[in-house]
């Protein structure tokens, strides 16, 4: 993985829809809630990190990279 897309459908392949699923109920992010309109991965901490550090050493944003980043 060396560009921002590639890591950001990376994450999307690993989605967990029933986590998901709780962390959205758990966030509230239904219509007229606090969260409204948020979206979840349902990725926990542990596997967040584990794809950070696979690509942390390797990757350099560019400032449009990281805009792009920034705004998924």
């Known amino acids: 993985m060396t ?4 890591i950001i459908e990376y994450m ?7 986590q998901r699923e709780n962390l ?3 966030f509230k992010t ?3 809630e606090y969260g409204y309109g948020d ?17 942390a050493q390797d ?6 990279e990281r805009k792009q980043w920034m705004a998924a």
């Open 3 to 6: 560009t921002a897309k590639e």
């Open 39 to 55: 979206e979840f991965l349902g990725l926990k901490v542990p596997v967040t990190r584990e794809v950070v550090n696979s690509v």
């Open 24 to 26: 959205m109920r758990f």
């Open 30 to 32: 239904a219509p007229g």
């Open 59 to 64: 990757f350099a944003l560019s400032e449009e």
């Open 12 to 18: 999307e392949s690993l989605r967990n829809e029933e």
